[in-house]
């Protein structure tokens, strides 16, 4: 469907072309608006200007096939998150340009699309309403300068937004649009959506079933989970290890990756409704990896990257490329890592870089927060060594940090609720029938 917008060709001056290259390399120096917590169920306007077009609205009494609200003009100025959340996705494509989805409380999601540049901060920053997260551009499929601005409920275009804009009127950045959205008041930002298979905003649970099937758990959003449906049969998974997941080519929908018993990495590409694209293979060597995860950016770019351990126990972290595949150069961290049962990426303290969980041999539970590397090691738990399976860094429980489920040998999985420093509460059985899974992530 089309989402440019219904704007007039026009000549740019040098002045403006100045104004967008400075602002996307620099924060603005005032936004209208400052950033605050939000609890009210209010948003504000994302940017400044005219609005040109609506949801099915081309703003001159004609319907035009259009997801969101188009700002026009004002090219180079700050671009606000219009309510709390937490970044989910920061990529382009030949469309939207350059754009961000902001995961919100309630499963709200919000697109700021067009931007001048990539948006300021990487997939699982957390932001407050009003703060800026980018500048207006005319990238992508775009006329002239404006923010295409998207809102979106439980995966569906959320058309209600139109009922706080008027057609051809003026506005501006950091004041509060005029619609109350049931359910966003309350509430933390949702976590970064790695395993929403879905497409519902709650985090799913992948297990590959004893006969070597592939199959999903749907989440409810607050730890729980639904009865197992077959993703893929034959032996699918006798043949497959190391499955892990996350956003890895950056479209919002959660995608896997698992190595084939011939070496082969393969790559799924989720499409955000339980299903998943003919897979492709962007690596070989895999199969004998000792450990394999992913879930969190490592270094900083704003894409998901995914780490190996080698049968020598060198822990790799491979760069993800956004679409799937990897980049050089990857970075090394040493040798030793062979020793662990189990590790779980994540970012388990909420500062948007990747950190390691490390089950050890005697069942201590060992965080590796990230930085500009990994920092030492801290014991944030004990006892592990009751689980044969380990998996997480998603938010299950749906209040905006990271948590971890292990699988016990008589089959009950629990949750552990993560406290967003690197901790975890009290844990919680979700399920009871887990024993011949044999891997769950």
């Given amino acids: 469907m089309k989402r440019t917008s219904r704007l007039r060709l026009g000549r740019i001056g040098i002045v403006a072309v100045l104004a967008i290259v400075l602002g996307s390399l620099t924060p603005a120096l005032t936004t209208t608006g400052s950033a605050s917590a939000a609890s009210d169920g209010y948003m504000v306007y994302p940017a400044s200007g005219n609005i040109q077009s609506k949801v099915g609205d081309g703003c001159l009494g004609n319907y035009r096939a259009h997801d969101g609200i188009d700002i026009s003009r004002n090219g180079g100025t700050p671009i606000l998150a219009a309510y709390d959340g937490v970044i989910k996705s920061r990529t382009s494509n030949g469309g939207y340009g350059n754009y961000v989805d902001v995961q919100h409380p309630g499963g709200y999601v919000t697109r700021y699309a067009h931007m001048a540049a990539p948006g ?3 997939p699982g920053t957390k932001v407050l309403r009003g703060q800026q997260i980018g500048v207006v551009g005319n990238t992508g499929n775009s006329a002239a300068y404006h923010l295409h601005f998207e809102v979106w409920l439980n995966g569906k275009v959320y058309s209600q937004i139109n009922g706080g804009f008027t057609c051809l009127s003026n506005v501006t950045r950091g004041g509060t649009i005029p619609l109350f959205f049931p359910g966003l008041g309350t509430g933390d930002p949702a976590g970064l959506d790695a395993a929403d298979f879905t497409g519902d905003g709650n985090t799913d649970l992948l297990l590959v079933a004893g006969n070597g099937d592939l199959r999903l758990r749907a989440g409810d959003g607050r730890g729980g989970f639904g009865a197992p449906t077959t993703l893929f049969g034959a032996d699918w998974g006798n043949s497959r290890r190391h499955i892990t997941h996350t956003d890895f080519n950056g479209d919002g929908n959660a995608d896997i990756l698992v190595a084939r018993s011939d070496g082969v990495l393969e790559f799924y590409a989720g499409n955000g409704v339980g299903g998943f694209r003919a897979a492709n293979t962007p690596g070989s060597g895999w199969y004998s990896m000792r450990h394999v995860a992913s879930g969190a950016d490592f270094t900083g770019d704003g894409r998901q990257d995914l780490i190996g351990v080698s049968e020598g ?56 927060t990230g930085s500009s590397g990994l920092r030492t090691s801290r014991q944030v738990g004990s006892g592990w060594q009751e689980f044969t399976e380990v998996t997480g860094g998603v938010d299950y429980n749906g209040d905006g940090r990271a948590d971890i489920i292990g699988r016990t040998a008589a089959g009950q999985l629990y949750l552990y609720p993560g406290n967003g420093s690197g901790g975890f509460g009290a844990r919680m059985l979700v399920a009871s029938d887990a024993a011949d899974y044999l891997a769950i992530e």
């Fill in 313 to 368: 126990g060198v822990l790799t972290v491979y760069r993800g490329n956004g679409a799937g595949g990897f980049s050089t150069p990857h970075i090394t961290y040493g040798g030793g890592w062979d020793a662990f049962h189990y590790l779980i990426a994540g970012d388990f303290d909420g500062d948007g870089r990747g950190d390691i969980l490390a089950v050890t041999g005697t069942g201590a539970l060992q965080l590796y």
């Fill in 120 to 122: 300021w901060y990487a």
